[in-house]
């Protein structure tokens, strides 16, 4: 049944696998514990930070398709997508699986667009598996977007840390796990702001966007989620969609949350917190999950945010455009 921006899904897919692969600095932050792999060094034994992005992507995948107890020859489809030019790190890790692939570019809320099309795929009956992941890198996204690591430029508070981390899962027609239900789909938000260290205050207005076409189409509140999360808004960003939503007549209590707030400890020093594809794609695919399984989340409403830059774009003076798409997942039904 689709609603405006929202589909809900009559077939709820299930979610019966996941995996989660991250670098050593998040390994020793908030989520440490329930992350499935933590690398020993960001190079993750290749000679460059590219070729070890896609090595996650690779590990991640694998890691899924394991935790679902399935075989690679049952998944019929990869969706994802990462922040580099070209999506290389998910096409590149995609030459090695035998199975269709759709590269995906929603930059950090790639993992939500790509279980909004998955589970909207596994509902309509064509296909009965696929795999859902993503991928950032710190020092990948940092020398393409801001600047060479040799520099050691000094970072801004507004600014955040680039999680080094992949997630996957696998959904499936049938099965035991955590359920899809909705997702709705975000709109294309610009507020005027150009700064490439302040991606909390450009990516928060297509949050609160999509948050407001949710509530509205499937007619919830903030009250029906055990966690209403938004993906790598950081503290100032989350800060601001508070006051934006709480313009808008809504407010969100203590059961909303950021996982770029959440990601890092404060001696950590990443400033306004974490970003990245790999943000919510491995918090979703640890803590979140394992909460879901363990039935002490009931209904999480998932929703990361992506700004759609490009460094021509920055270069040319552009502002900084922003997705947001919300996934409401339910625990898995007894």
């Known amino acids: 049944m689709v609603r405006n921006q929202t589909i809900k899904f009559k077939n709820k897919p299930v979610i019966i696998g996941s995996y989660s692969i991250v670098g050593p600095k998040e390994g020793q932050g908030n989520f440490g514990p329930f992350f499935n792999y933590v690398m020993k060094s960001d190079s993750f034994g290749e000679k460059t930070y590219e070729k070890a992005e896609r090595k996650m992507v690779q590990h991640a995948i694998i890691g899924a398709i394991e935790d679902a107890k399935i075989k690679p ?14 999506i290389i790190s998910s096409s590149y890790a995609a030459r090695d699986f035998n199975f269709a692939y759709l590269g995906l570019f929603g930059a950090c809320s790639t993992m939500a667009e790509s279980l909004a099309i998955g589970a909207s795929l596994i509902d309509g009956g064509q296909f009965n598996h696929l795999v859902c992941s993503t991928s950032s890198h710190f020092s990948t996204a940092e020398r393409q977007f801001r600047f060479p690591l040799e520099l050691g430029n000094q970072r801004p508070p507004t600014s955040q840390w680039t999680v080094t981390g992949s997630g996957a899962c696998v959904l499936a027609k049938k099965g035991k796990g955590p359920r899809i239900s909705m997702v709705t789909f975000g709109r294309v938000v610009d507020y005027g702001v150009n700064d490439v260290n302040d991606m909390g205050a450009a990516m928060a207005p297509a949050a609160m966007d999509t948050l407001l076409a949710h509530f509205r189409d499937s007619n919830t509140t903030p009250d029906d989620y055990d966690l ?4 790598d808004l950081g503290k100032l960003g989350s800060e601001i969609l508070i006051d934006l939503m709480e313009d808008q007549g809504i407010k969100l209590g203590l059961n909303y949350n950021d996982c770029g707030q959440m990601y890092y400890t404060r001696e950590q020093a990443t400033l306004s917190g974490g970003s990245g594809c790999g943000c919510s794609a491995t918090v979703l695919n640890s803590f979140i999950m394992k909460k879901l399984r363990a039935g002490e989340y009931k209904r999480v409403l998932f929703a990361p945010t992506g700004a759609l830059l490009s460094t021509t ?8 455009p922003g997705v947001c798409h919300a996934v409401v997942i339910e625990g898995e039904e007894k």
């Open 228 to 231: 209403i999360v938004t993906g």
């Open 73 to 86: 020859s049952d998944v019929e489809l990869l969706l994802s997508g990462d922040l580099l030019n070209q």
């Open 313 to 320: 774009a920055t270069q040319q003076g552009d502002t900084i």
